[in-house]
Nanobody, 125 residues
Framework: QVQVVESGGGFAQPGGSLTLSCPAS????????IGWFRQAPVKEREGVSY???????YYAHSVKGRFTISRDIAKNTMYLQMNSLKPDDTGVYYC???????????????????WGQGTQVTVSS
């Protein structure tokens, strides 16, 4: 059974850091792409970052230079290091696995068919 589970969310002050983890089961990260999405209240779910099966990465413009996506193939786990957090980064963060090694449109939810339950990230002073 294909499954992803997020952890690591919480509260941070502006300028702070958090690290999200997403261990995967039922597939391996070097075969399919996997990514992070987030959803703030009354906003649509948006793509944050993704990593393809060959290790290529994508970042949304709003997080580029602040967030770093990575993976540990041996642990079959993906990570999202979030630095210089801003209040606009607040939302529920979802880990998602794609049915493709390299999605054509990695920032769009329809490219992913397996989702975690989400973890809350709150950035506030």
């Amino acid at each position: 059974q294909v499954q992803v589970v997020e952890s690591g969310g919480g509260f941070a002050q502006p300028g702070g850091s958090l690290t999200l983890s997403c261990p995967a089961s039922g597939f391996t990260l070097d075969v399919y792409a996997i990514g992070w999405f987030r959803q703030a209240p009354v906003k649509e779910r948006e793509g944050v970052s993704y990593i393809s099966s060959d290790g290529s990465t994508y970042y949304a413009h709003s997080v580029k230079g602040r967030f770093t996506i990575s993976r540990d193939i041996a642990k079959n786990t993906m990570y999202l290091q979030m630095n210089s957090l801003k209040p606009d980064d607040t939302g529920v963060y979802y880990c998602a696995a794609s049915q493709w090694p390299t999605p054509e449109n990695p920032g769009f939810p329809y490219e992913y068919n397996t989702w975690g339950q989400g973890t809350q990230v709150t950035v506030s002073s």
